[in-house]
């Protein structure tokens, strides 16, 4: 059964320091995996794509590596701000898009 | 990046009635997606709707609680039929570009059934 699994559920983290979100798969033979940000009652925010064939992906502070092999991917958030406070989505396209449940993370100034 | 809009953007239904969702794309694209996000959960999928031929839905969906539109290929429609105090969700639309197959989503539709 293919799962993806987002640990830890939640996390605060006073401002300026690292953020490391961690997302774990079940069957490695992904199309891509993405990375969401997800604020209160809102839509969804596309942060990074990381392709099948690809190890990481860059924009501004967010780093997106991905191992397929041990079926993992981590998004690193750097110098994090009270701003980045949302719920952060992984989600793996084996066909279709499928979704971890997510990590909410608190930023405190 | 695709930008998505989504019509209403919340509701209060009562029990037994039903809601139309409108969900409008600013470019042409041929696969569009309903997924719908209950209180404190992830995001499920509902359907996949492409232009020109039947919805294909999820386990656990049916065409008679939710009916799909896809009448051209920027706009499609999701109803929620009978509702329920169990439909109560944000339902979102979301497109796929079809060179990275990189999704996007719209706002959401927050719907409270009483």
């Known amino acids: 059964k293919q799962e993806v699994t987002q640990i830890p559920a939640a996390l605060s983290v006073p401002e300026g320091e690292n953020l490391v979100l961690n997302c774990s798969f079940t069957?490695?033979?992904?199309?891509?995996l993405q990375w969401f940000r997800q604020d209160p009652g809102k839509g969804l925010t596309s942060l990074l794509l990381?392709?099948?064939?690809?190890r990481e992906q860059t924009s501004g502070r967010l780093n997106a590596s991905l191992d397929k092999s041990s079926g993992r991917s981590t998004l690193y958030i750097a110098a994090s701000q009270p701003g980045d406070s949302a719920t952060y989505l992984c989600?793996?396209?084996?066909?279709?898009?499928?979704f971890g449940a997510g990590t909410q993370v608190v930023v405190t100034p | 990046s695709a930008v998505i809009s989504q019509k209403p953007s919340r509701d209060i239904c009562q029990r037994g009635t039903s809601l139309t969702i409108q969900c409008q794309v600013d470019?042409?694209?041929?696969?569009m997606f309903w997924y719908r996000q209950q209180p404190g959960q992830s995001l499920t999928l509902i359907a996949t709707?492409?232009?020109?031929?039947?919805?294909?839905?999820e386990s656990g969906f049916v065409i008679d609680k939710f009916p799909i539109s896809r009448p051209n290929l920027t706009f499609s429609t999701l109803t929620v039929s009978n509702m329920s105090p169990e439909d109560s969700s944000i339902y979102l639309c979301?497109?796929?570009?079809?060179?990275?197959?990189?999704?996007?989503f719209g706002p959401g539709t927050r719907l409270t059934v009483t």
């Open positions: 979301s497109v796929e570009d079809w060179q990275t197959y990189e999704q996007y």
């Open positions: 989600a793996v396209q084996w066909g279709k898009l499928q």
């Open positions: 709707a492409n232009q020109g031929s039947e919805a294909t839905y």
């Open positions: 069957d490695s033979a992904i199309y891509n």
């Open positions: 990381i392709q099948s064939s690809q």
């Open positions: 470019s042409q694209v041929t696969m």
